[in-house]
């Protein structure tokens, strides 16, 4: 379209211009959509790693947790373990006892029985 400004414009004219202003703002939609999908991309990315380093969190205060009372109930468990070991040994002295002194008995019952048959 060239001219001074004071020659009559025609149809092809005008077509050229549209054409031209049609691609200038698709152009510019264009450019204003990536500008936005970078945006969102960077908007998403950050809430991404905000919910990872959360969910990162949350599982490590779970897992602390967890081991605290997994600790506790070793605890429990191992003074009842002594308790219940110290208790069965009790009971195997008491039963060694026992048993030494029915053997004694019995010893000394063979021993009246084989003098009083001489």
């Given at each position: 379209?060239?001219?001074n400004?004071?020659?009559?414009v025609?149809?092809?004219d005008?077509?050229?211009?549209?054409?031209e202003?049609?691609?200038?703002?698709?152009?510019v939609?264009d450019?204003?959509?990536?500008?936005s999908e970078?945006?969102?991309?960077?908007?998403?990315?950050?809430r991404f790693q905000?919910t990872e380093?959360?969910?990162?969190?949350g599982?490590?205060?779970?897992?602390?947790?967890l081991?605290?009372a997994f600790?506790q109930?070793?605890?429990?468990?191992?003074?009842?373990?002594?308790?219940?070991?110290?208790?069965?040994?009790?009971?195997?002295?008491?039963?060694?006892?026992?048993i030494?002194?029915?053997?004694r008995r019995?010893?000394?019952?063979e021993?009246?029985?084989?003098?009083s048959?001489?």
């Open positions: 379209m060239e001219g400004g004071s020659a009559p025609t149809r092809a005008l077509e050229a211009f549209r054409g202003l049609v691609k200038q703002i698709g152009d939609v450019t204003r959509i990536r500008q970078e945006k969102l991309g960077e908007q998403f990315a950050l905000h380093e959360q969910f990162a969190e599982l490590h205060d779970a897992e602390t947790r081991l605290k600790y109930y070793q605890e429990h468990s191992d003074v009842r373990m002594r308790k219940m070991s110290a208790d069965i040994s009790n009971m195997d002295t008491a039963s060694d006892l026992r030494n002194n029915l053997e019995v010893i000394e019952i021993r009246k029985i084989l003098d048959g001489r």
